[in-house]
């Protein structure tokens, strides 16, 4: 078995891009997740260790030297981050000549022919699920013979045939296990979930057709395959045991709910556990189930939104419309569930006026707290074969390359880029400047401590970055520089 490094590499500071994350930018506030799937292989390979780069703060200096402790090193990559982690690949390699270098994650599940050809340096990818892939590359296995590879031969580029989606997801290891023996919890923050926290999937894949969203279309698949109950209460269960101070657990699903009844189960099973727990949602679960996640510890609900304009959510092909979003913050509000819901600025079909439709929608749901993105088409979604198609795609990087923040691509007829970039900041200030909004802010603060002390960190870290943008854009805009 060769020793095996699986990196997340550095890049950008405080990018969270990592095998875990959805939004590959730096956020506007501290967001860090685990390397999820990085750790799953970790937990085959008997000789491995997983090094999460980004929220260790290690540079390129500090992660080359690790190469020559290792025989294969197996690295997340993102679209934004690609070019940076090629030069990483090229360091490691100077400091272990014999190194095998993979690369795995969308970008390269997408563009397999092309990544290889842009770092001559790199050994092979994995396309998709790479669990199985890795770990028969770190047996020795011939590179033909591995099923959902494509690597470099002779000069050539080979591609094997693709790896069937894991059905048994109960086989593979308990990522908990390695977040423990390779990790440091209280290095991982996001803002809406309590500190420190724990994260790991029940099931993979979503059967939701959103033309957005990078993770189903390109890695996992648009079925939800789930681990058995007693699988997620077994590792529930050891997460408890390996992490006593973790104040909350967060299953991080693409869609938790997306099979009612078997969220129903976990949720009575989670009863007699006693521990506060969040998750994933779309606008459409039941009050059967929300009643019974409430009853088995739920504290948060993530709910994408995305939109207050109905043709927008037609065409972004969401499942959903914002009748049912207005019932399920009604049945949350009733039960006692907050809610983190989650907006984007610049799908298809975006106006002047369907950002405002939104910023309203936003303040009549009315949630605990909010997230603004912007749209972005990463390669492989439909998403971003429309933009290209219809001519609506702009030649920009899809992060800032000094920054790693988002940047605006898109331009359509009724709506400039610029313009759906800075709605970002405004949709914020629409929402959280409310006197409502603050009201009930400072009461929960008053009563809760551990809630005052997250809102307040969130809020400074949040009004440090609308400062630098403010300044960022009045420095620069004679030049016509963008900002992060």
Not at 173 to 197: A, F, N
Not at 326 to 339: H, M, P, S, T, V
Not at 363 to 387: H, K, N, R, W
Request: hydrophobic letters at 35%.
């Amino acid at each position: 078995m060769k020793r095996t490094l699986l990196l997340n590499p550095p890049s950008f500071q405080d990018f969270d891009g990592g095998a875990g994350s959805r939004y590959q930018a730096t956020r506007e506030v501290t967001s860090f997740w685990y390397p999820t799937w990085l750790c799953y292989p970790a937990g085959l390979i008997p000789e491995s260790r997983v090094v999460d780069a980004p929220p260790e703060n290690l540079t390129v200096d500090q992660v080359a030297g690790l190469a020559p402790d290792f025989d294969l090193a197996v690295l997340f990559t993102t679209q934004p981050s690609f070019t940076h982690d090629l030069a990483t690949v090229s360091r490691l390699k100077a400091k272990n000549p014999r190194l095998t270098v993979g690369l795995v994650g969308p970008q390269v599940s997408i563009l397999p022919q092309e990544s290889l050809q842009a770092g001559p340096q790199v050994d092979f990818v994995a396309r998709r699920e790479f669990d199985y892939a890795v770990l028969e590359a770190a047996q020795g296995r011939p590179w033909k013979d591995i099923l959902g590879i494509s690597y470099q031969e002779g000069g050539r580029i080979r591609h094997n045939p693709d790896r069937p989606y894991i059905e048994d997801l109960d086989a593979l290891p308990m990522v908990t296990e390695i977040y423990h023996r390779d990790l440091t919890m209280e290095h991982y923050e996001i803002p809406y979930l309590r500190y420190p926290y724990v994260s790991f999937y029940t099931g993979r894949g979503c059967p939701g057709h959103c033309v957005y969203c990078l993770w189903p279309q390109t890695f996992t698949g648009r079925r939800y395959r789930v681990r058995s109950v007693a699988n997620v209460v077994a590792e529930v269960r050891r997460s408890l045991e390996l992490f006593p101070q973790a104040a909350e657990i967060f299953f991080d699903d693409d869609t938790f709910t997306a099979d009612g009844e078997r969220a129903r189960q976990l949720s009575r099973e989670f009863r007699s556990l006693n521990f506060v727990w969040s998750a994933t949602a779309r606008a459409n679960t039941s009050y059967e189930t929300l009643k019974a996640m409430k009853e088995g510890g739920l504290r948060l609900l993530v709910v994408g939104f995305e939109t207050g304009d109905p043709q927008v959510l037609k065409n972004i092909r969401k499942g959903v419309t914002l009748d049912l979003g207005r019932r399920l913050a009604k049945w949350c509000r009733e039960l006692g569930i907050q809610i983190h819901g989650t907006f984007m600025v610049g799908l298809p079909g975006e106006t002047k006026e369907s950002i405002e439709a939104s910023m309203r929608f936003a303040c009549e749901l009315d949630p605990d707290t909010i997230q603004v993105s912007l749209a972005t088409p990463y390669p492989g979604t439909e998403f971003y074969d429309f933009c290209r198609d219809q001519g609506f795609l702009q030649d920009d990087a899809l992060v800032n390359g000094s920054t790693g923040y988002q940047q605006c691509v898109v331009d359509y007829p009724g709506i400039a880029a610029a313009e759906i970039f800075q709605a970002v900041p405004r949709f914020y200030r629409r929402f959280y400047f409310r006197p409502r909004y603050m009201a009930r802010a400072a009461l929960v603060m008053l009563r809760d401590p551990a809630e005052r002390r997250r809102l307040l960190k969130e809020g400074r870290q949040f009004f440090s970055f609308m400062f630098k943008r403010r300044q960022c854009e009045k420095a620069t805009a004679a030049e016509g520089k963008r900002c992060p």
